[in-house]
């Protein structure tokens, strides 16, 4: 009976031993000023050793609707060191961009040399938006692969409809200088509001006697 306490008291301080190396590993490579939000492991550019991806936050991001979330992809190499490969902070959408959904952001998804980052938000009108890149085994880069999703009402019974962003730049644009077209539109139209919102109040005040 000691023994086997013994045994499984090792693995566990083994195990957590392990955890704080990974981490330790990873942390290395969050900016500063953010903390991580998400991660996943996969081999990416399919050389045998693990590549990860990193998602990242700001502690403060609900305070701030175009906070950024940096998506950072690191490559495994032969001694099990990481370097950082390519960086965006414009896959991820904010913490603020679902909508009454709340933060939009879903999960990850690795495949071969495929990644997909999921996100849905809305209200009755709900929305998903799947962003999904390639790394060319050829050339040794990252490329859009597909920008799409789905738009529906739940209060009504009608089959969800198919919408896709940037599809003339599916293939060919490199995923350092993808921007995501949604949300820039969003933040263009909340500036928007906000400044229609202001005309009436700067009009009345221009007009006090």
Known sequence: ????????IYFICAFQIQAQTHNRKLNQFIPEGYELLDSKSGDL???????????CKSPNEMETEDAKRPLIILHGQSNGSLYEAVRNDNVVLCALCGGVWGDPYSAMAIKKNFFSVEHMGGSSDKWTRIITFKYNLEEGE????????????????AKPKMESYSKEN?????????TNEWLNMNL??????????CI???AQQSFKP
């Not at 599916?170 to 993808?178: C, D, I, K, M, N």
Request: aromatic share 18%; charged share 15%; net charge negative.
């Open 1 to 8: 009976m000691l023994f086997l306490v013994t045994v499984c």
């Open 45 to 55: 550019n399919q050389d045998g050793f693990t590549d990860y991806i990193l998602i």
């Open 142 to 157: 990252y490329y859009l692969h597909k920008d799409a999703g789905e738009v529906w009402n739940s209060n009504k019974k």
């Open 170 to 178: 599916w293939g060919s644009l490199l995923f350092e200088y993808y």
């Open 188 to 197: 263009l139209l909340q500036s928007v509001l906000t400044i229609l919102l």
């Open 200 to 202: 009436p109040v700067l």
